[in-house]
């Protein structure tokens, strides 16, 4: 059964950093697709970031330059580190994750094509 649970988020000052993490488990295979996305109150879901089983990533454009996705394979972590926090960038932030047969991420970057979710963690920018 796979697992995965966030952490990292609070509240940080606008122009901080912040890395939020998302161990993930029962993902057996090793050939999967991972990914960050992000709901603001009254908004829908967008996604940010995602990472294939070789590690080979993809950043949406809303937020290129300021976020970087990564893992560490050996913690079975995933990473989204922040950089210049907005406020709005104030969102609860979810990893999700979906077996693939070849490693490989699908085109583009839909909540449609994960299968597991967190629960998420908060991140708050705060003046």
């Known amino acids: 059964q796979v697992q995965l649970v966030e952490s990292g988020g609070g509240s940080v000052p606008a122009g901080g950093s912040l890395r939020v993490s998302c161990a993930a488990s029962?993902?057996?295979?090793?050939?999967?697709?991972m990914a960050w996305f992000r709901q603001a109150p009254g908004k829908k879901r967008e996604g940010l970031a995602k990472?294939?089983?070789?590690?080979?990533?993809f950043i949406a454009d809303s937020v290129k330059g300021r976020f970087t996705i990564s893992q560490d394979n050996a913690k079975n972590t995933l990473y989204l580190q922040i950089y210049s926090l907005q406020f709005e960038d104030t969102a609860m932030y979810y990893c999700?994750?979906?077996?693939?047969?070849?490693?490989?991420?699908?085109?583009?970057?839909?909540?449609?094509?994960?299968?597991?979710w967190g629960q998420g963690t908060q991140v708050t920018v705060s003046s």
């Open positions: 999700a994750a979906r077996s693939t047969s070849n490693g490989a991420c699908l085109a583009g970057l839909n909540e449609g094509d994960f299968i597991y």
């Open positions: 029962g993902i057996t295979s090793g050939r999967y697709c």
């Open positions: 990472i294939n089983s070789v590690g080979f990533t």
